[in-house]
């Protein structure tokens, strides 16, 4: 299997199979038709016009408070069917960064409404005198997404209300099991993107990426269920199972991929090198 191939699984899409949502005139998100047709039955907050839906929400004094009106939307929405379950974390609706929501939504709502969503990716590596070695993860075969893959180390998504650095330590402590002070040694090293529709809607994602050498002695436990085990791997034996098919989460591909080339696995003479570059970081629409 090739590196790309990983990076164009993440970036499959068809603009003609979406139409924009907006707040305030400021498109936030990308819905499928069938779906903008269902929202506009509440006509007191959804206007579907020239093929865009607008959601309209009064102004208030905090996000909070002006996305109430949303609330009784997504339930009934999810005993209709259409969404499956709410998780009961709140992601911002934003045309820009998660520092410019314009209202709130469910985390479960964010790809049937094409919103922009934000996630950290830690990975956890360890250098030996028979070179580096990466933790591995295995998710559990209860996750609703991705059971059994593969994953990195620590990975979430980034809900309203947490800084990344009180995001990043309370995923490390979830799922790793490691306390504050070491999870504050992380190195942020840049952010990747991808735009990828799925079943249940878009993705246009921002992964906010973070290395951190581990200690010789430590090991990951997760306090969560969401991992089966962590295994400390050599990069070598990561790069081969890359190669060989699609044993991880499908945007950790992306997270590894990045990691083995800033640490000069994928050297600048690897035939994929310079498509893999810009692929990491296609825009966002």
């Keep these: 299997?090739?590196?790309?191939?990983?990076?164009?699984?993440?970036?499959?899409?068809?603009?003609?199979?979406?139409?924009?949502?907006?707040?305030?005139?400021?498109?936030?998100?990308?819905?499928?038709?069938?779906?903008?047709?269902?929202?506009?039955?509440?006509e007191e907050l959804f206007r579907l016009q020239e093929d865009v839906l607008q959601l309209r929400l009064p102004p208030a004094p905090t996000l909070e408070q002006r996305s109430r009106p949303?609330?009784?939307?997504?339930?009934?929405?999810?005993?209709?069917?259409?969404?499956?379950?709410?998780?009961?974390?709140?992601?911002?609706?934003t045309p820009g960064g998660p520092g410019d929501g314009l209202a709130l939504i469910d985390r479960a709502a964010a790809a049937p409404f094409g919103i922009r969503a934000f996630g950290q990716h830690l990975n956890g590596y360890v250098r030996t005198d028979d070179g580096l070695m990466l933790w591995v993860a295995k998710r559990s075969a209860d996750r609703i997404h991705f059971p059994g893959k593969l994953d990195n180390m620590v990975?979430?998504?980034?809900?309203?209300?947490?800084?990344?650095?009180?995001?990043?330590a309370k995923e490390c402590r979830e799922e790793a099991g490691m306390e504050a002070e070491l999870a504050a040694r992380a190195q942020p090293v840049g952010a990747?993107?991808?735009?990828?529709?799925?079943?249940?809607?878009?993705?246009?994602?921002?992964?906010?990426?973070?290395?951190?050498?581990?200690p010789a002695d430590f090991r990951p436990r997760c306090t969560d269920g969401e991992v089966e085990w962590f295994e400390l791997w050599p990069v070598e034996?990561?790069?081969?199972?890359?190669?060989?098919?699609?044993?991880?989460?499908?945007?950790?591909?992306l997270v590894i991929i990045d990691f083995l080339i800033r640490h000069g696995v994928i050297r600048p003479d690897h035939e994929e090198y310079l498509d893999l570059i810009p692929g990491l970081h296609p825009p966002l629409p």
């Design 192 to 214: 990747l993107t991808y735009v990828a529709e799925t079943d249940r809607g878009l993705k246009p994602d921002t992964l906010y990426c973070y290395d951190l050498e581990l």
């Design 155 to 168: 990975a979430g998504g980034l809900p309203w209300g947490l800084t990344l650095e009180q995001n990043l």
């Design 237 to 253: 034996r990561v790069l081969q199972t890359l190669l060989a098919g699609e044993a991880f989460k499908l945007n950790c591909n």
């Design 1 to 42: 299997m090739r590196l790309t191939d990983y990076i164009d699984a993440c970036n499959r899409w068809n603009p003609g199979n979406f139409l924009p949502l907006t707040i305030d005139g400021r498109r936030v998100g990308l819905v499928r038709p069938s779906f903008a047709g269902v929202l506009a039955g509440w």
């Design 70 to 93: 949303l609330r009784p939307v997504l339930q009934s929405l999810v005993e209709q069917g259409v969404l499956s379950h709410l998780h009961g974390e709140q992601y911002p609706v």
